[in-house]
């Protein structure tokens, strides 16, 4: 890529003040962007997804329904997995544009490339949809999240994406007192053919448990010290028990999430937000990592 058009570059620049933890300069860069290109539904789903992690959930809200609002006339597109954004921010630090590549694969880029593939992990509809269901479950509104996580499944092209969904959906139902409906979401889940990769962060583990697959205990002992995925697994775990009447557990579990210190994590969020806002954990002091 010769020339790496300007909102790309916003786009990368937002990404890496996000993995360094600096999200309120990712808002702030993705606010100057959106300046010169309001309604612009790629700036505003990287905006809202930075907004969730600065614990700003009513105006990811706000950002990502009007995304959501707008994906009727946008193509779907691949977006650049992680580390392959680090890669190209060092080409373009380093004066080298031509390494850049595309950080967004339409349809028709990607069917004639699709050994390209395997460096775009997420699609800019399912982002979309995915992200306002968090922000939405995270205010407590678990009624709303869920058309938003069942499109964020409908739209998915990733197995993480998939799972990740009907995730959330399966959580959001049992807080409901759904149970019939969250059944209905495992039974979605039994029937994909399950892969394993080095990436995923233990969404497919979650559902096992939910499934009765593996055991709690089991799932605890597969987080092997890994920090991230001891709070992704650890709020699933935490809920779990907490809607199996086990409010006892489901504190230890989510204070342990707390003390990895992943604040980043949708999962920590989760476990801030439930500690905040529901009175079965009212004076839960929020442990953190030292």
């Given at each position: 890529m010769a020339s790496v058009p300007l909102t790309d570059r916003y786009i990368m620049a937002a990404r890496l003040k996000g993995y360094l933890n600096k999200h309120a300069d990712a808002v702030a860069l993705l606010t100057e962007a959106l300046?010169?290109?309001?309604?612009?539904?790629r700036l505003l789903r990287f905006?809202?997804?930075?907004r969730i992690s600065t614990g700003d959930y009513t105006g990811a809200v706000a950002d990502l329904t009007v995304a959501a609002?707008?994906?009727a006339d946008v193509e779907d597109e691949?977006?650049?997995y992680q580390p392959e954004v680090e890669k190209d921010v060092v080409s373009l630090v380093l004066g080298r544009p031509e390494n850049v590549r595309p950080q967004h694969l339409g349809e028709r880029q990607a069917a004639e490339n699709p050994a390209e593939l395997g460096r775009y992990n997420t699609t800019l509809h399912t982002s979309v949809w995915?992200?306002?269901g968090v922000a939405q479950y995270l205010l407590g509104d678990f009624e709303a999240c869920l058309p938003s996580f069942r499109e964020a499944e409908r739209s998915s092209r990733h197995q993480e994406g998939t799972v990740a969904s009907q995730d959330w959906?399966?959580?959001a139902l049992r807080r409901l007192g759904?149970?019939?409906e969250a059944e209905e979401v495992l039974d979605r889940f039994r029937h994909i053919d399950l892969v394993d990769e080095d990436h995923?962060?233990?969404y497919e583990s979650r559902m096992r448990l939910y499934t009765g697959e593996l055991t709690a205990d089991q799932l605890w002992q597969m987080v092997a010290g890994d920090d991230l995925r001891t709070a992704t697994q650890g709020y699933g775990l935490g809920n779990w028990y907490y809607y199996h009447g086990d409010i006892e557990k489901a504190r230890e579990t989510f204070d342990a999430v707390l003390r990895t210190g992943v604040a980043h994590a949708f999962a920590y969020l989760a476990v801030q937000a439930e500690f905040s806002r529901n009175p079965d954990f009212a004076g839960v002091p929020a442990s953190v990592k030292e």
């Open positions: 300046e010169a290109e309001p309604g612009n539904v905006r809202g997804h930075r609002e707008g994906l691949y977006e650049m995915y992200h306002l959906q399966y959580m759904r149970p019939v995923y962060v233990g």
